[in-house]
């Protein structure tokens, strides 16, 4: 590994070393260029994680202080954890279940195709998946998803062969163990699935792709990463010319530390990047950072989500392998005669009996919620991914008076569902409880949305600068040498989960950071 | 052996000194049911013992009621529910406003029951119960649980969760991932063979 001094402003500082960051730190590695890597969280290996549900949450979790505002129900259920993301190396691959769609062609262009709506700040991405799809190829290759380059799909578990029967009965086509980012077969030197479950804690195996033992370490081999953990970064500071200098963080011993950057990449997840550019406010920039359009840390998306589970007279036992063990594409498309503009994905999702209980009705307590718990072996469950409507007022703030361990003002995610979110919400769970129902269950319940894995959209990307944050390669409209390389980038988020579309953007941004440096264009 | 954070079988005579008896900390003890079937296989014996750092006896076996009542399984043996109460005692233990908290909501059930809330009779127990949802202490009580009942090798022997794979024998490819009979198997281009090596 390398080191670099403190004021070597010829180094790249990427923030965050998840799907967008680490992806994006291997990347540049490989072409030459000279990377710090600041990640605020340790290093596990899939030796230290553990197979226990509230043990893992613990060590990979983000748990610094955050508020939450707004009428979504994470705000009721869970006012101090509005997403459940990682702090850890590898930021939330570690804890992702590592389904990888890629996005569908209507959905980069929603303002054309489901035209305005009331309360909808749409846009279009000024991308096309034509654009996208040789780097989707690469993200794919690079991940090892299964059902491409000929990579077999996963076997089903007792979870699947029940959500399968249920869907099929009820006239579903698409249905099938899905593309996912583990591997099915041995390859790139880490083994086939054991089907262990737990995929939400770390794989054990790293079967799982995570950025964790793939690029972190690729990039370290090329000697020309330098990984410091530990590091949570505070601000990002420039120069009279508008330019990004460097970064100062506080490392583990909560010392304030200076790193200087010829270019600031951030992906910290879609809560702490806005976090950090309003932080980073200065007499020049007020707003904070690449907020000249105002949308930084607004139009705040995190999934039209909730959960179906239901009981049976047999046992499931949907904990045994993968945690997301296939998925039903049918309700992807956009029809609007369904009372609704996009689409929602249906895939299965299994959790212990110590989350079950924590997430099937939070605050329930009584006779109807241990009758359900006391069918916990006989249960089967699935998740609704579903496009939610950017809206202006759904945003990432600054905490007036709440402040974190290191003195910041926390960041406050508020979130209204709008109209079009509920419709869908509505029918996901209609047709969850059909699937079921249809494959023998005694019971079906809807389960509100967990505290957001996916969260998107408070820097977007825009073919303008009065629109968003950031133009087409994830670069601020306002600041040439910074880019936005996470999720927070989507300038939509679409039904599909996001971490391949963040992979693929992070392997082009790569290509175009090299070229404007080597043109000396940053 | 199983590794209980309350102590069972032979460890579970109670062991207090002088010094304790004296702060009038309380013991819950009890006998593993005998329909607890897959708990008794995790012990060694039947007798079960909590030393509490902080509650007398009273305010530990009305809290363990308490969350009978707010998470009702009937079959769920009482060394289970004990967890909680031992979670709650802990907190007390650092905690003055919990400590307050707790003795002072089981104080509460006592006066509301004119009497001890323990002695009454099981439906105006519950009726009291149902009376104190949403307060302070009663979140407290369910919120503790929510954590503390379900999150053991105890629970999870009850409920059929297997907990652990890791270290109960590994991944579930050779032992039963897809043992489901009851429903026909999905066909392979749907879901394929697994690769076995």
């Known amino acids: 590994m390398a080191t670099y001094q403190s004021n070597d402003d010829s180094v790249v500082v990427v923030i965050g070393s998840g799907a ?11 072409k030459g260029i000279k990377v710090v890597l600041l990640e605020a969280g340790k290093r596990e290996s899939p030796e230290s994680f553990v197979n226990d549900e509230w043990g893992s949450f613990g060590q990979l979790a983000w748990l610094d202080k955050r508020t939450t505002s707004g009428s979504w129900q994470v705000a009721r259920d869970f006012s101090g954890l509005p997403a459940w993301i990682c702090k850890t190396v590898g930021g939330s691959t570690t804890h992702w279940a590592g389904a990888s769609l890629r996005l569908q062609e209507h959905e980069f262009r929603i303002r054309s195709v489901y035209g305005p709506m009331k309360g909808v700040n749409m846009l279009d991405w000024p991308l096309t998946l034509k654009e996208l799809e040789p780097y989707y190829t690469r993200a794919e290759d690079k991940l090892g998803v299964t059902r491409t380059n000929g990579i077999p799909g996963l076997p089903g578990n007792n979870n699947f062969k029940v959500f399968y029967n249920g869907a099929t009965k009820v006239g579903y086509k698409d249905c099938h163990t899905g593309r996912m980012a583990i591997n099915s077969q041995p390859r790139h030197g880490r083994g086939a699935c054991q089907q262990l479950g737990f995929c939400f804690q770390g794989c054990k195996t790293g079967a799982k792709w995570s950025t964790l033992y793939t690029e972190v370490p690729a990039a370290e081999k090329t000697g020309r990463l330098e990984l410091r953990t530990e590091c ?48 980073s406010k200065s007499n020049k920039f007020p707003d904070g950072l690449a907020n000249s359009s105002g949308q930084v840390g607004r139009n705040y998306q995190r999934h039209t989500t909730g959960s179906v589970y239901a009981t049976f007279d047999q046992q499931v036992r949907m904990w045994r392998g993968t945690t997301m063990a296939g998925i039903v594409t049918d309700e992807a498309r956009n029809d609007p005669k369904r009372g609704f503009v996009g689409g929602y994905e249906l895939e299965t999702l299994a959790v212990g009996l110590p989350f079950i209980v924590a997430f099937l009705k939070p605050g329930a307590w009584g006779r109807e919620f241990t009758e359900a718990i006391d069918n916990y072996a006989n249960m089967a469950g699935l998740w609704i991914v579903g496009e939610d409507m950017p809206q202006e007022s759904n945003r990432i703030t600054l905490h007036t008076t709440e402040k974190d361990q290191f003195g910041l003002p926390v960041p406050n995610v508020h979130y209204d569902d709008h109209p079009n979110d509920v419709a869908m919400r509505a029918h996901a769970y209609k047709q969850g409880a059909a699937i079921y129902l249809a494959a023998g269950a005694k019971k079906t319940y809807a389960v509100p949305p967990y505290p957001s894995t996916h969260n998107l959209g408070t820097c977007r990307m825009s073919g303008t600068p009065k629109d968003g944050v950031v133009n087409k390669w994830g670069q601020a409209h306002d600041i040439p040498n910074l880019f936005i390389s996470d999720g927070s980038q989507f300038t939509t988020g679409a039904a599909e989960n996001p971490t391949l579309t963040i992979v693929t953007l992070a392997i082009r941004q790569a290509e175009y950071i090299a070229k404007q440096m080597s043109a000396n264009a940053i | 052996m199983l590794t209980h954070p309350i102590r069972v079988g032979g460890d579970a005579t109670p062991g ?69 109460v031992k979670d709650l005692d802990a907190e007390a233990g650092t905690t ?68 652990n794979a890791w270290r109960k024998g590994g991944g579930y490819l050779t032992r039963g991932f897809n043992d489901l009979k009851w429903l026909p198997n999905p066909p392979e281009k749907a879901s394929p063979k697994p690769f076995l090596g």
């Open chain 2, 96 to 163: 003055e406003a919990t400590k307050t908290l707790l003795t002072g909501g089981v104080a509460g059930l006592d006066k509301a029951s004119g009497g001890n809330w323990l002695e009454a009779p099981r439906d105006k127990q519950a009726a009291l119960v149902k009376s104190m949802a949403g307060t302070p202490f009663f979140e407290k009580v369910r919120g503790k649980a929510i954590t503390s009942l379900y999150n053991n090798e105890l629970a999870f022997a009850y409920f059929g969760y297997e907990g």
């Open chain 1, 20 to 30: 967008g960051g680490g992806t994006l730190a291997n990347e540049l590695c490989q």
């Open chain 1, 232 to 279: 949570h970064a505070a601000r990002i500071e420039h120069d009279d010319k508008g330019k990004v200098t460097g970064v100062v963080y506080f490392d583990k011993d909560k010392k304030e530390q200076r790193q200087k950057a010829r270019a600031v990449c951030v992906a910290g997840n879609s809560i702490e990047t806005p976090r950090l550019l309003l932080l």
């Open chain 2, 16 to 84: 207090l000194s002088r010094r304790e008896l004296l702060q009038g900390a309380g013991v819950l003890f009890g006998t593993l049911w005998v329909s607890s079937g897959a708990l008794l296989a995790l012990a060694p014996s039947r007798a079960w013992a909590l030393e509490l750092k902080t509650f007398d006896a009273n305010t530990g076996k009305s809290l363990l009621m308490l969350t009978r009542n707010i998470y009702p399984h009937d079959k769920l043996d009482d060394a289970v529910y004990a967890l909680v």
